[in-house]
């Protein structure tokens, strides 16, 4: 074993809040050091979130193009060409990856790119991607090693080799026929762009509705708008098996309400959900402990079993988003100064870049009504606000909830262009404590999305 190496402050996995942590700590002064095997910045710049949107930007670009007669454009025969949309992709990869070496640079953080795992406590082997291996020990570590894509247990799925998320944005090809398993974000983001780049594609979801954690209403938004793009659709559909290879030739068996039914496809992608990257990495000899999911335990200042270990991220069970990530390290690092921060009760909000995109922020009506909190609501459909009809994207609906005996809003949904930013506009409202009166008395600019959310709360009904 070679002679073990020390640093103060030692990161496995260079996710949103390591890479941070590493930074802050190493400008501080502390030598700190991040292990990670592959992507250097974590999977939100690599084969995640900004992969992602890059290409849902450019199948945005292809069904307008393709649409292009209605806002009075006259062009000619267009097609897509999948190896410059993965370029356009790689290089937008290629220009983050240099932005984070820099800041690697800049901050005197070390990055070790090797493959890590626990020998002993606070004590971890690297195996070195250039050969060789490194034992580093630290005074404190933090673990931010991410999720994989869950391969469900259902015969002949592994063995089709199924596309993941990270395939998914490396082809350079256009699958015939996609078939998305899975009606989350991640399965209905890819559908939406992969059948405006010209696939035919077909969703598989195995619950009740698409999105499962929105209301019923907003699940039937989400199911017509992907619907009239001629995406086909079964629900409550249970696997029963796959057949043939992506990227060949697929058939597949299920289950529906109608009876067994078989599919046959070109590709398949998986996106049923994520399994930590928990399992051989030693932490039973770091001594720490991992809940019945394989999620690594933590208190609400993400405090493992293990004293002066930290985990960080999707790894730590926190909600799934790099925002969430980006704050588990404000946690981190204000504990570390001497506060007492916590991630007990923070308001998280998130979006679905599907075209038009989902906004959330606070509960949903099922939510309030499983934890017994009378609300107020109102809803506005989205070609109510003028704006839409100048863009030609009336499509949606807007969603308030508003305490039944005070003014605060408890939650918002928007369906609709500009979705994301109108929300963050009600989370301020939120943060801020103000009254949904506050809003719907507000002059906001005409004619912007956001203008919306004075006839959104002017629907409140009174007390
Ligand atoms: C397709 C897709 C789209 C998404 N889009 C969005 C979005 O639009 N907005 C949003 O907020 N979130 C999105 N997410 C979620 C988001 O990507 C993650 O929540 C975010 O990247 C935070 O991840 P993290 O910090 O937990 O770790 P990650 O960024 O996943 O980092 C973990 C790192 O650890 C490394 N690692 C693991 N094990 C080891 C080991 N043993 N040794 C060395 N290194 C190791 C991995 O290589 C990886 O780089 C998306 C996810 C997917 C799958």
Known sequence: MPQPEHVEMLVLGSGEAGKFLAWHMAKAGHHSAVIERKLIGGSCPNTNCLPSKNEIWSAKIANLVHHADRFGMVTGASSVDMAKVLKRKRDMVDGLIAMHLDRYKSSGAELIMGTGRFIAPKTIDVSLNDGGTRVVTGDRVVLNVGTHATIP???????AVPLTNVEALELDRLPEHLMVLGGGYVGLELAQAYRRFGSEVTIIEAG??????EDADVADAILEMLRDEGIAMYLGAKVLEVRGRSGEAISLQMHIAAGDQTIECSDILVATGRTPNTS???????????DARGYIAVNDRLETSAPDVWAVGECAGSPQFTHVSFDD?????????GGNRSTRGRLVPYCMFTDPPL???GLSEGEARRQDIAVRVATLPIVAVLRSRTVSETRGFMKALVEADGDRILGFTMIGAEAGEVMAVVQTTMLAGMPYTGLRDAIITHP???????????N???R
């Open 448 to 458: 912007t999305m956001a203008e919306g959310l004075g006839a959104l709360f002017s």
């Open 208 to 213: 009740p509705q698409l999105a499962s954690r």
């Open 359 to 361: 906004g959330r922020v």
């Open 329 to 337: 390290f404000r946690v981190v690092r204000d504990n570390l100064a």
């Open 280 to 290: 051989g990495i030693g932490l039973d000899l770091a001594g720490v402990a991992v």
């Open 460 to 462: 409140v009904p009174a």
């Open 153 to 159: 247990d259902i015969p002949g799925l592994a063995a």
